[in-house]
């Protein structure tokens, strides 16, 4: 029995499809281009006897002749003449085909599809797409900005290659995880919140003040929150915020106490503008991290990618910088 959602006459067709001997078709191609079976011999480096017979094998199949002869040597018929127009067209494409995926295995043609949140982005990927983009400038980069778990959800439906994402990650049978560089979250505020400086605070004092933090949509802010949740407290934030940069915004504007990965407010921290405050608890550092799928390829450049940043980094955990 045939797949029911498909006509018999549509079956039949495509078993004559799979059914089609390419290496006739490509004998028949070079005969028309040679001009003659003795040429086209010499060329295919095989005896004129087996071109002779596998143009006769063609015709046998086809139900027709494809060429004639005549004073001069071998000419197509009409017939043939309609199906060397297709041949032809077929083998063009094969050899641009060819061309192409040397191309891209030379990394002359192809692109990446990257996932990453803005802290990743920022704070780790972008110089590596600088240098991947300097020594490989034919390369076509798509980066989409989104949260961690949205991040992780593209990769699984295949939108993306591989992702930049903030860790731990919390459902990852289907992923494989490079951890790649050691961040630090933090709570900073400034001098509108002075009192809480030069001393430890604890978190149950802390959470009484208002703060600013990241969307519940976010690995941050669920790292946080299972933090948190080892001491018994629910947050209540002031404000939740799409991104990290408005969270140091609104830090710097003394709107609440933000929780930030360090990274983020170093600059204002060294320029006195906020003040990373002592916690009593120690909120354990994490990483970020490049997820792939689990046993599934990646292209020629997704893979030199991932070579630059493994590569980098190793040199820079060896060097005591990660």
Known sequence: MGDPALPDQVLIDLGGIMDVNLELYKIFYFVVKAGSISRASQELYISQPAVSQAIKKLETRLGGQLFARTPKGIVLTPEGEVLFKYIEQGYNMIMLAESKFTEVMNLDLGNIRIGASDMTLRYF????LEEFHKRYPKIKIKVTNMPSP????FLKMGAID????SLPLYSNEAIEVFEVMKIQDCFVANHQFS???????????LVEYPIVILEKNTTTRQYIDDFLSQYSISLLPEFELATSDLIVQFACRGLGISCVVRDFA?????NGSLFEIDLKEKI?????GIVKLRNEP???????FMELVQGNNKLKTEAGLL
């Open 150 to 153: 949205e991040t992780v959800e």
């Open 298 to 304: 990646l292209t020629t450049a997704a893979k030199r």
């Open 266 to 270: 170093d600059e204002y921290i060294k």
């Open 195 to 205: 009192q809480l400086a030069g001393r430890q605070v604890s978190i149950k004092e």
């Open 162 to 165: 591989f992702g930049v994402v």
């Open 125 to 128: 990927l972008l110089p590596y």
């Open 284 to 288: 354990p550092p994490r990483h970020i």
